[in-house]
């Protein structure tokens, strides 16, 4: 197949044009000429190559403000020949370089892994056989098929279309699905009148259809769209971290301008006080901070996919911690999601044969998406047509409710048969079919049959009703499906999962409510909300919601437990609602869960749930199961508490410290510590720091949701920052005043005491209790371990004299052992007594 431009006004031409065009047939092309057509226009479904994607990774890491700044201090020292500065500033550049491409190495590996476990399918006809490929290999003459949920994958001209309705709001904005049909439209119609096109990007909501694909990638409608512009939608934590990271470097840029006038007027070098002020500035700067979020982002979605919850963007792991309210339908994760046929009834409630078969005819005979009422019914008989010929099909849509299929009984008029919601199949019939056989009029047994029906709800069974009529044409559509003759009832069950009580139990102790939203009848949902343990349940029907205002809902939504008889598009004016006063997630896999599902702050799928719902969500589930969520939210809450743990000591400790030596550097004739000095600082420090995301979590700052609070971050900066510059202070005073220190000793005593206290805060905030009832993570602790000796011993060193750093006499290690445990004692206490105050903020 030959590389091509993709092709405009593709439709005014019919099929059998296109099917010329692109060498194609109504059996589809073959392997080969696929393989070819990817091969000749550039397009690869394998992996990319792993060296220059390494490549653009470990660039990155050297191209960031921050290193650009240690950069520019290399090349200022190489021009007045400090040798020695030269070399450690560089070591230093090419192991920070080093660790954060290791990391995001690792994290962007996750990521991959959990892209490639959900990646969308479609079906093709191909050497006239139909296979399910990734959506990415399709290409031009391809012919696809579509069913209820699917996602388009290319831009695609009808060949063969059944009751098709497709939701193209994501082109054109309009909520109420398209009606398309096969045929040819004029070149100038309007996108909103190309009604026998598919469109990439748009998803099938009900009905059926064969499709020719015309273009697919950036040669598409959406592909145009995406290259014209795109927008990325910022979560609450995303905003505060960036907004709180530019606060930081506001003030390190201010500090940074003023230490350096400071010091030139204070008549210190030229190069010396702008080597100082640098140091100063990368020393302040959160320049982890986006290595960190990254980092523990993606170790927290590789927990979480052991816990059997992919993530399919990162960024939503830290929504996912700040989850206070979870809204589910009932089906497969309070109950089993296992259908059972109960029993098949007339309209008297009398076991009914008919009735049954009936039902499995229209089962057997249905050819939309897989639901599991047809599969219960299927599984009683494998073949209950002998002597029935399939004519013609009316798919089940959400505002029916109800599928019909037609048959040709050999009767000579062909039987329409129809099951559905009871309420949807009750409306469009004028009979009822007697125990005898006979036809009644319906209104003289309407009553009985709705008591009858609210008694089956009353025990919790699901009801569906069955009905037939009879009809002449061959090609039955929704017009057709009235006067019909009602049959009876299938009644269904759908056990409550085993320890599902215990599960809502969890839920309960991490803090997290549970409101069901389902479209089942109102007595079936209150049986089930009984039965799983909900006490008391208040519900809300969908015929009510309809009656409220939006201030109305939001108010009776906080405290309804079981919305029942709701309509699709009322899941989404729900979940709106409840966002007033909640964090909310929300669990659905089905075509009408999917306005919900993005509407929600977290939208949760499943892994065996239609496209639509899958692509829409943020996370998705490998079990339809509220326990695996129980744990995944747990993973996504010490992911939260472990970011923050890098953001309270960047804004306590470090900020302390830095800020004392800008303050000292403009009392002492001498500069408090080197510039090389001050960057080392920073190095050691941010060593361990790196191992964060690994920590332990208390198990109490688990059972509360997490909430990004800049006012409590800004309370914690400047209350550990006192604290820190206090002890700067205390040192201060006793190396200078007290041991009355040459320059070396005190810039030695300063820097090892200012590389202790800014290790040992971490083991301090880690934990909202006293630190030593709190075990850290294994690998945080050894990495600490190490750098506290490695500072201990680093003046004892051969090159120390080439860090500027001389042996320390043993009363200046004894006043700095000192200094440091009263650190640890006041910082414990401070600490305790702050998460006290202003609350237990993971």
Same mark, same amino acid.
């Given at each position: ?496 999962? *085993?320890?599902? $009580? /215990?599960? !809502? ?5 991490? =803090?997290?409510?549970?409101?069901? +939203?389902?479209? @089942? &009848? ?62 909310? *997630?929300?669990? $659905? /896999?089905? !075509? ?5 599902? =993005?509407?929600?702050?977290?939208? +949760?799928?499943? @892994? &065996? ?234």
């Amino acid at each position: 197949m030959p590389v091509r431009e993709p092709s405009s006004e593709f439709w005014k031409f019919d099929p059998e044009f296109w099917y010329s065009r692109l060498k194609s047939s109504p059996e589809g092309i073959t392997e080969k000429a696929a393989a070819d057509y990817l091969k000749q226009n550039g397009i690869s479904i394998q992996k990319k190559s792993q060296f220059s994607a390494d490549l653009r990774i470990l660039a990155r890491q050297f191209f960031n403000p921050l290193m650009l700044l240690l950069i520019g201090a290399v090349i200022l020292s190489a021009f007045v020949g400090e040798l020695s500065d030269v070399i450690i500033i560089s070591f230093i550049i090419l192991a920070a370089g080093l660790l954060g491409f290791f990391q995001e190495r690792n994290a962007g590996k996750v990521v991959e892994k959990l892209q490639s476990m959900i990646s969308v399918k479609c079906t093709v006809l191909r050497d006239g056989k139909y296979r399910d490929i990734d959506a990415s290999g399709v290409v031009p003459g391809d012919l696809v098929l579509f069913n209820a949920g699917d996602i388009i994958p290319a831009d695609c001209l009808l060949v063969t279309d059944n009751e098709l309705y497709v939701n193209e709001s994501s082109l054109t904005g309009e909520t109420f699905p398209v009606r398309k049909a096969s045929g040819t439209v004029g070149a100038d119609a309007q996108l909103s009148k190309r009604t026998n096109c598919l469109w990439e990007g748009t998803n099938v909501v009900s009905g059926k259809s064969r499709a020719l694909v015309i273009n697919t990638g950036a040669g598409t409608l959406f592909g145009d769209i995406v290259k014209s512009g795109a927008s990325v939608v910022e979560s609450a934590f995303e905003k505060g971290l960036r907004e709180f990271g530019y606060f930081l470097m506001k003030i390190t840029m201010l500090l940074f301008i003023f230490i350096l006038m400071v010091n030139l007027l204070s008549h210190k070098g030229v190069i010396e006080s702008l080597l100082f002020a640098l140091a100063l500035a990368v020393g302040m700067a959160p320049e982890l901070l986006p290595a960190i979020t990254t980092i523990a982002m993606s170790a927290g979605a590789k927990k979480m996919l052991q816990q059997k919850v992919i993530v399919r963007q990162l960024s939503s792991i830290q929504n996912f911690g700040e989850v206070n309210l979870l809204c589910t339908d009932k089906t497969g994760t309070l109950t089993e999601g296992k259908i059972k046929i109960r029993e098949a009834v007339d309209y008297e409630g009398k076991p009914s044969p008919t009735v049954l078969n009936l039902a499995c005819l229209n089962a057997f005979f249905e050819t939309g998406y897989s639901n599991p009422i047809d599969d219960a019914l299927r599984s009683i008989a494998e073949n209950p047509g002998p002597g029935f010929a399939k004519v013609g099909e009316i798919p089940f849509d959400f505002v029916r409710k109800r599928l019909s299929v037609v048959l040709d009984d050999g009767s000579g008029v062909n039987l329409l048969v129809c099951k559905g919601a009871f309420e949807n199949v009750i409306s469009v019939c004028s009979k009822v079919k007697l125990a005898d056989g006979s036809e009644a009029d319906l209104s003289t047994v309407l009553d009985r049959i709705r008591a009858l029906y609210k008694s089956f709800g009353d025990q919790g069974f699901r009801v569906i009703s069955v009905s037939t009529a009879r009809i002449s044409k061959a090609q039955a559509d929704k017009d057709d499906e009235k006067d019909m003759l009602f049959c009876g009832f299938i009644l269904l069950e759908d056990p409550v999962k *085993a320890g599902i $009580g /215990d599960t !809502i139990g969890e839920l309960r102790r991490l =803090n997290i409510r549970l409101k069901v +939203i389902t479209g @089942d &009848n109102r007595n079936v949902a209150l049986a089930i909300g009984r039965q799983v343990g909900i006490s008391d349940p208040e519900v809300l029907t969908g015929s009510e919601l309809i009656q409220m205002s939006s201030e109305a809902l939001a108010h009776m939504a906080r405290h309804t437990d079981i919305f029942a008889e709701v309509e699709p598009q009322q899941k989404e004016r729900i979940i709106q609602s409840l966002r007033k006063s909640f964090t909310v *997630a929300y669990l $659905g /896999d089905g !075509i009408n869960d999917v306005s919900a599902i =993005n509407a929600a702050d977290i939208g +949760i799928s499943v @892994d &065996n749930a239609v496209d639509v719902a899958r692509e829409a969500a943020d996370v998705v589930l490998l079990e339809k199961d509220l326990g695996v969520l129980c744990k995944g939210i747990v993973e996504g809450r010490k992911t939260f508490a472990n970011t923050l743990k890098y953001i309270y000591i960047s804004t306590g400790s470090t900020f302390g410290n830095m800020f004392s030596l800008a303050a000292a550097s403009m009392i002492l004739p001498y500069l408090p510590m080197l510039p090389k000095q001050v960057l080392l600082t920073n190095f050691i420090s941010d060593f361990p720091y790196m191992m964060i995301t690994s920590d332990n979590v208390d198990e109490e700052q688990v059972q509360n949701p997490g909430k990004w609070s800049i006012k409590t971050i800004n309370r914690y900066m400047v209350m550990f920052g006192i604290h820190s510059s206090v002890f700067d202070i205390i040192t201060f005073v006793t190396l200078y005043f007290l041991l009355r220190s040459t320059p070396e000793l005190f810039r030695t005593g300063w820097f090892v005491e200012s590389v202790l206290t800014e290790l040992v805060i971490l083991f301090i905030i880690r934990t909202h209790k006293s630190f030593f009832r709190s075990r850290p993570g294994k690998y945080l602790l050894i990495l600490t371990l190490v750098a506290v000796a490695f500072t201990v011993l680093l003046p004892y060193l051969p090159f120390s004299a080439d860090l500027g750093l001389v042996a320390l006499p043993p009363a200046y290690l004894l006043a700095i052992v000192a200094i440091i445990l009263l650190y640890i004692m006041t910082g414990d206490w401070l600490k305790v007594y702050f998460f006290r105050k202003h609350g237990n903020m993971p």
